[in-house]
């Protein structure tokens, strides 16, 4: 399974970036998938994640409204669409698959790191003030 992010970019304040995760080995309309971001001298934290059917999307309250997760299920890939970005949302994004098929999530289960079996490389995003 190989997870490709892409996307990234430098940007300022108020501007949008759309991130994508496309994958191969594991078809991802049976798998829910999330995204993370990691900033200098930072844990990784939950960004956004979305249920495996696409019916359920869940977000960190930090980009609740900002940002939107989607999945193509036709082109095997899920987007992160990233608007209204903020200096502190300056951090790698990573993607990451769900290691078991159809999971139904627990609340607040995808937010952890375990779910998930397979990342991305991670995607530089830089926000400038």
């Known amino acids: 399974v190989q997870l490709q992010a892409s996307g990234g970019g430098l940007v300022q304040a108020g501007g949008s970036l759309r991130l994508s995760c496309a994958a191969s080995?594991?078809?991802?309309?049976?798998?829910?998938m999330g995204w993370f971001r990691q900033a200098p001298g930072k844990e990784r934290e939950f960004v956004a994640a979305?249920?495996?059917?696409?019916?359920?999307?869940y977000y960190t309250d930090s980009v609740r409204g900002r940002f939107t997760i989607s999945k193509d299920n036709a082109k095997n890939t899920v987007y992160l669409q990233m608007n209204s970005l903020k200096p502190e949302d300056t951090a790698v994004y990573y993607c990451a698959v769900d290691r078991i098929t159809r999971r139904t999530w627990l609340p607040n289960y995808y937010k952890a790191t375990a779910p998930y079996d397979y990342w991305g490389q991670g995607t530089q995003v830089t926000v400038s003030s």
């Open positions: 080995g594991r078809t991802l309309s049976n798998y829910g």
């Open positions: 979305i249920s495996w059917s696409g019916s359920n999307t």
